[in-house]
C-alpha cells in the first residue's frame, strides 16, 4: 500500500505564497508521473500541475508562471511553490502520484487533500 501525505496548505493573503509538499511512502518499484490538482466548492477536481520522473513539467493555464512545480525523487516528494496567490486560487490542493509495483502493476494514488485559502 502508498500513503500520500500533504502539507503547508493554509490561509495566506492576496500576493502571497505558499509550499505544499507530498511524500509518497510504503512500498513500491518506481513513481512517474507525479502532481497536484485542486477542487473548489461546487468544482470539479482539476489539474493544477504535473511533473514526469525526467522533471518534465505541465501547468494549468491560470497558475502558468506564479506556481512552480519539483520533486526529489531521492525522497519520493513532490512540491508545489505557489507565489501571486489570488482569491480565485482557494481549493482544497491534492497530491497523486502514478506509482509502479514490484509485480509490474500500475495504480493511481491520491493524498487526504490539504486546504489552501486566500483571504485578506
Known amino acids: 500500500q502508498v500513503q500520500l501525505v500533504e502539507s503547508g496548505g493554509g490561509l495566506v493573503q492576496p500576493g502571497g505564497s505558499l509550499r505544499l509538499s507530498c511524500a509518497a511512502s510504503g512500498r513500491f518499484r518506481s513513481i512517474d508521473t507525479m502532481g497536484w490538482y485542486r477542487q473548489a466548492p461546487g468544482k470539479q477536481r482539476e489539474l493544477v500541475a504535473s511533473?514526469?520522473?525526467?522533471?518534465?513539467?505541465n501547468y494549468a493555464d491560470d497558475v502558468k508562471g506564479r506556481f512552480t512545480i519539483s520533486r526529489d525523487n531521492a525522497k519520493n516528494t513532490v512540491y508545489l511553490q505557489m507565489n501571486s496567490l489570488k482569491p480565485e486560487d482557494t481549493a482544497v490542493y491534492y497530491c497523486?502520484?502514478?506509482?509502479?509495483?514490484?509485480?509490474?502493476?500500475?495504480?493511481?494514488?491520491w493524498g487526504q487533500g490539504t486546504q489552501v485559502t486566500v483571504s485578506s
Open positions: 511533473i514526469t520522473s525526467g522533471r518534465t513539467t
Open positions: 497523486n502520484a502514478d506509482v509502479n509495483s514490484f509485480d509490474f502493476s500500475r495504480s493511481f494514488y
